[in-house]
T-cell receptor
Framework: QKEVEQDPGPLSVPEGAIVSLNCTYSNSAFQYFMWYRQYSRKGPELLMYTYSSGNKEDGRFTAQVDKSSKYISLFIRDSQPSDSATYLCVPSGSARQLTFGSGTQLTVLP | SQTIHQWPATLVQPVGSPLSLECTVEGTSNPNLYWYRQAAGRGLQLLFYSVGIGQISSEVPQNLSASRPQDRQFILSSKKLLLSDSGFYLC?????????????FGSGTQLSVL
């Protein structure tokens, strides 16, 4: 079983839609959860992070963590074409134990 | 503010040729430094990390090596490239923070070995 699993997509939505990106993990030692966004042929950039179960909101983005079910979600409201990218789910249990999911490719159509 | 520079952006090399990719970080001291490789459609694979000058840890045995000659300089090398070394290479830095460590990536090098 992979430590982190994401639906690879590709996922296409119309502009303005609500997007739900999901991720499951298997290691209960993970305590810290991050989402990275990666544009084509660019390095990933940190989008959001949280270390507790529940929701964390930042503008149009909401990260949700359910440690009991080992399930992580990222919601994007009012999606824009500029949100088109690959989104990487990254749980962390210790320094250098960042486990990158393979990412979900999202396309927002104008 | 902190910035990370990685070059070149694109590189095409013949099999058997040497490799040197360089990464430098500005605006911070004593960062942890990392080299990752990303194969098409796959997650990031940690290759090397360094917690200080001359201190290199290898995560995956392979045809590559890394060096950290200065506090904010990290170099990825190979004496003889293989076809399987093709991929997208990313340098990253972080401030040591235990499990809350956040990585900040460079823009990447697309390496094609032909």
């Amino acid at each position: 079983q992979k430590e982190v699993e994401q639906d690879p997509g590709p996922l296409s939505v119309p502009e303005g839609a609500i997007v739900s990106l999901n991720c499951t993990y298997s290691n209960s030692a993970f305590q810290y959860f991050m989402w990275y966004r990666q544009y084509s042929r660019k390095g990933p950039e940190l989008l959001m992070y949280t270390y507790s179960s529940g929701n964390k909101e930042d503008g149009r983005f909401t990260a949700q963590v359910d440690k009991s079910s080992k399930y992580i979600s990222l919601f994007i409201r009012d999606s824009q074409p500029s949100d088109s990218a690959t989104y990487l789910c990254v749980p962390s249990g210790s320094a250098r134990q960042l486990t990158f999911g393979s990412g979900t490719q999202l396309t927002v159509l104008p | 503010s902190q910035t990370i520079h990685q070059w070149p952006a694109t590189l095409v090399q013949p099999v058997g040729s040497p490799l040197s990719l360089e990464c430098t970080v500005e605006g911070t001291s004593n960062p942890n430094l990392y080299w990752y490789r990303q194969a098409a459609g796959r997650g990031l694979q940690l290759l090397f990390y360094s917690v200080g000058i001359g201190q290199i840890s290898s995560e995956v045995p392979q045809n590559l090596s890394a060096s950290r000659p200065q506090d904010r300089q990290f170099i990825l090398s190979s004496k003889k490239l293989l076809l399987s070394d093709s991929g997208f290479y990313l340098c990253a830095w972080s401030v040591p923070a235990g499990f809350q460590e956040k990585l900040f990536f460079g823009s990447g090098t697309q390496l094609s070995v032909l």
